[in-house]
């Protein structure tokens, strides 16, 4: 039978923290390594505008972001790892290899595969509790300056970035009227003191386009079934996320992928494994775990000892 050609050691898709994080593990214990990335590098850390808890001094998500793609650089020009700029739409995992379709139609092999694409924005589309004509869809919170909030402002959802977005924009007198269902309930504590806030608990959103086709009508059922409606002039997203896992990844019930579910060439890191453990710091932990498992597991024991 002929050896198999495999593309990479280590083939990591997904160049948000965790992902670069595996990248530059593996270059380290020198796997021949490639990353593919379908959008751009440093995932989601170009959506924070203000960062608090990762050791180093960084307070932003894109000044974070841009040292990460200086590592990839970096790793690229030494010839250890090798950047693709392409989505994966399925991976799987065999007795000799790991395989990884990409949406141009090409196929890589490699030893093992580390997934870290995280989680992508819900539509209104995704939840019950809104129900909205086809083609709307709100544009996100975090990209939304105070500046476009003109008119009265309303926020599908209590989720995180809200608290993110009022730290980053700290000086901005914008009001933001906040919908958000039972289960928004204990993210929205955080917030609830910063006066530019109003808060509606509801039970159910109707949006409509008012009539003269500028702004929104805002149909509010609130939780204890009464109805109120509201004039919008701009409607924002922030819904919350669900996991963006290629095909072939085994998911749990909530869609995300535990880590010792998977065949053993395809491992998960970073926002991807679970709800709970979505901080930039695990990402980058669960990353470079991942990678060490792999490197032990395929290293016999006289040939590669000594390695740190
Ligand atoms: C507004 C906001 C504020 C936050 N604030 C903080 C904070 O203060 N502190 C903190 O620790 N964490 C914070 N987080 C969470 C933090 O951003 C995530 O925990 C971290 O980015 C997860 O890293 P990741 O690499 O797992 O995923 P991501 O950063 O989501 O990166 C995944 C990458 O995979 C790519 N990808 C997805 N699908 C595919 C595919 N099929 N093929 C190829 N590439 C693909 C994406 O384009 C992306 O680049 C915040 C998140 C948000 C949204």
């Not at 476009?148 to 970035?161: H, S």
Request: charged content about 20%.
């Amino acid at each position: 039978m002929n050896a198999l050609s495999y593309d990479a050691d280590l083939l990591v898709v997904g160049a948000g923290p965790a992902g670069v994080a595996a990248a530059l593990m593996a270059s380290s214990l020198g796997l021949r390594t490639m990353v593919l990335e379908g959008d751009i590098v440093g995932g989601r850390l170009h959506t924070i505008g203000s960062l608090e808890n990762v050791p180093g001094g960084w307070t932003t998500g894109p000044q974070l972001a841009e040292a990460l793609i200086a590592d990839l650089t970096r790793l690229q020009q030494a010839g250890l790892c090798t950047l693709v700029q392409e989505r994966a739409t399925k991976v799987g995992g065999y007795a000799d290899r790991a395989e990884v379709a990409l949406a141009d139609g090409r196929t890589f092999l490699a030893r093992t595969i580390v997934v870290a694409t995280g989680v992508a924005a819900l539509a209104p589309r995704d939840v019950d509790w809104v129900s909205a004509p086809d083609q709307f869809s709100a544009p996100p919170l975090w990209r939304t300056p105070p500046a476009a909030c003109t008119g009265p402002t309303f926020v599908l959802g209590g989720d995180r970035p809200l608290g993110t977005w009022l730290r980053a924009h700290a000086d901005a007198g914008t009001a933001l009227h906040v919908l958000y269902p039972p289960t928004d309930d204990y993210k929205i504590e955080e917030v609830s003191r910063d006066e530019r806030v109003r808060l509606l608990p509801v039970s159910h959103v109707t949006l409509a386009r008012l009539s003269d086709g500028d702004g929104w009508r805002v149909l509010v059922t609130d939780r204890q079934g009464a109805r109120h409606a509201y004039a919008a002039a701009t409607v924002v997203g922030n819904l919350g996320s669900k996991p963006a896992a290629p095909e072939g990844v085994v998911q749990g019930e909530d869609g995300y992928c535990p880590p010792q579910h998977q065949h053993h060439r395809i491992r998960i890191a970073g926002d991807l494994r679970s709800s709970r453990f979505q901080r930039i710091v695990t990402a980058q932990g669960s990353a470079a775990e991942c990678v060490l498992a792999h490197y032990y597991a395929s290293a016999s024991p006289v040939g590669k000892g000594g390695v740190q």
